[in-house]
């Protein structure tokens, strides 16, 4: 199943290392880093998670 996996690079709670690992682990995996984003990226940076969501979900048609 392609995944996609976020992460904001300035996390202080998860560091950006663990998105690696799971892009590692995950097989048809592809990491996006919101840069200067924290663990609450996906609310702060809320316009341009959504627009990288988007264009995944796209590119799988």
Do not use: W, Y
């Not at 998105?19 to 990491?31: F, G, H, P, Q």
């Not at 200067?36 to 702060?44: A, D, K, P, Q, R």
């Amino acid at each position: 199943m392609p995944t996609l996996v976020l992460h904001g690079t300035d996390d202080r709670v998860a560091p950006v290392e663990n998105a690696r690992l799971l892009e590692e682990k995950i097989a048809d995996s592809r990491v996006e880093l919101v840069e200067g984003g924290s663990h609450l990226f996906f609310i702060e940076n809320a316009d341009e998670v959504t627009e990288a969501v988007l264009s995944f979900i796209d590119a799988q048609d």
